[in-house]
Structure formats: C-alpha cells, structure tokens
C-alpha cells in the first residue's frame, strides 16, 4: 500500500511581521497583497514618504496613494552580525534603495551573496512572508529569480 503524497509543508516563515502604524497600514496592508505602493501629496503631488498624516512639503492634510514601479538602485548597505538579527538564520543584507520614482526606501537585499551587493545596482522588488502571514518589500537583483 502506497502512502498519499503530499507536497512537504512551506518552511514557517520567522521574519518578524512589521509594526503596523496608523498612518503606514495602507502601505502594509497592500504589501499584504504583494503591491508596492507610496504616498504623494494630493496637493502639491509631491511623495510624502514614508507615509505620514502631513505633507512636509505644503503642509496639506490631502494624501493620495500612488503605486510605485518596484524598480530601483541600491544606495548603500550594510550587514548587521552582531547582535544577530531576530528572526534570520543569515545576517540580512539591509540596503537604502534609491527607487525611481526619487525616494528612498530601507529594505533588505535578497538572492545574492553580500560580497556581490554592489553600488547603483539594479534592484527590483518583491516580497517576503513574514510571522503573522503578513508580506514585506524586499529587493532583488533586477531580472533575477
Ligand atoms: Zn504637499
């Protein structure tokens, strides 16, 4: 008698879920639905990001969320080992991402050896499961896999 095969079981994921604010739950909440989205002001149309109540631009209260292209640069980065990062068997490749829409975004770099992370390199986006079946932005070489 042969045994019902049965797809092995996704590994948990323990990236630590993101700290949900008020004014960043649209932004988390279409993370969730692995869209990549921004803030600009509805009057100035200026970003606003990361999101907040204020435009620091006209000082507007009118917020517009726009979607973003998920392509960009990796600015800086850097390797946090000690203390080890909760929740990473490896230390995370934590990279500023100059996006091409003109903002910057802190995420992780993903799919390459920290010793190949380089300046200006083509990052696209994607997203990571995290605890608490939630999703989070992170960046891969562009075209990659
Ligand atoms: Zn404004």
Not at 29 to 35: I, L, Q, Y
Not at 81 to 92: N, T, Y
Not at 104 to 113: C, D, H, L, Q, T
Request: glycine share 6%; with cysteine.
């Amino acid at each position: 008698m042969t045994e019902p095969t049965e797809a092995p079981a996704a590994p948990k994921p323990t990236r630590i879920a993101p700290i949900v604010t008020t004014d960043a739950k649209s932004f988390w909440d279409a993370a969730d639905r692995e869209e990549f989205v921004g803030q600009k002001c509805g009057d100035c149309n200026q970003f606003t990001f990361p999101p907040r109540p204020m435009c620091p631009h006209c000082h507007s209260l009118n917020r517009v969320e726009v979607p973003l292209s998920g392509y960009g640069t990796v600015h800086s980065w850097t390797i946090p080992r000690h203390p080890h990062p909760f929740g990473f068997k490896e230390a995370p490749i934590v990279a500023v991402i100059q996006l091409d829409e003109g903002i910057r975004f802190v995420s992780n770099v993903v799919g390459v050896a920290p010793e190949d992370v380089k300046m200006d390199m083509k990052v696209e986006v994607m997203f990571e499961p995290t605890m608490g079946k939630h999703k989070v932005p992170v960046f891969k070489p562009r075209g990659s896999k």
